[in-house]
């Protein structure tokens, strides 16, 4: 069964960025300390990078992020989803309108500009066609940004949250969780590693 899984990283404080985030500096001013752990050499992280770029099956993201990781300080052969996993799922991204060109033009890129939903059902379909590629269940990843995560949350469209809580106190930035509409969430896995604390939830 394929799964919406939101999966971030965020301070303890709650921000998904730092101040003045952007396409030149996309995780804003002390925001690289939130992804310490994917680019970290712990046994515990590697693994749980590894088995999280596999089991996606398609990616959706918003448009801002979007625009980050395809900038000219975005992605390349050695970064990219997955950090040094460098995973080459689908990617779904919701926005208004397309860009005009993408500099990533390798990667398989649909743009869905009838809301978050029409996104969702989208990267559901390409996640269950790579399933049936594959012989296993693969899920469809929400990456980001926060807002994007944070809308999906409040309309009730995830199925389970992993933060990956960084050991920082960023002060401001992009808050993930302002204003969020009430949820149950059921602790199913916690992993502490020299890096960040790794939580996940069901999203009841």
């Known amino acids: 069964m394929t799964r919406i899984i939101a999966d971030i990283s965020v301070s303890l404080d709650g ?35 590894r088995e999280g770029t596999a089991r996606s099956g398609a990616v959706l993201l918003g448009r801002h992020l979007f625009d980050v990781v395809d900038g000219p300080n975005g992605w390349d052969d050695e970064t990219g ?14 926005t208004s309108s397309p860009p005009e060109s993408v500099r990533l033009s390798a990667l398989d890129w649909t743009f869905i500009t009838t809301g978050l939903p029409d996104a969702v059902t989208a990267a559901r379909e390409r996640a269950e066609a790579a399933s049936a590629r594959n012989g296993k269940n693969l899920d469809v990843v929400l990456m980001g940004g926060g807002t994007l995560i944070r809308s999906a949350l409040d309309a009730g469209l995830v199925d389970t949250l992993t933060l990956h809580l960084a050991p920082v106190l960023l002060g401001t930035g992009t808050p993930l969780f302002t204003s969020a509409v009430p949820r149950t969430l059921v602790q199913r896995s916690v992993l502490s590693t020299s890096t960040a604390t790794h939580v996940t939830y069901d999203v009841l």
């Open 15 to 49: 921000f998904v960025t730092g101040p003045d985030p952007g396409p030149d500096n996309g995780l804003g001013t002390g925001g690289e300390a939130l992804h310490t752990w994917a680019f970290s050499d712990d046994p515990d992280d590697r693994r749980l990078l």
């Open 81 to 94: 989803y997955g950090a040094g996993e460098v995973g080459k799922p689908a990617f779904v991204v919701v």
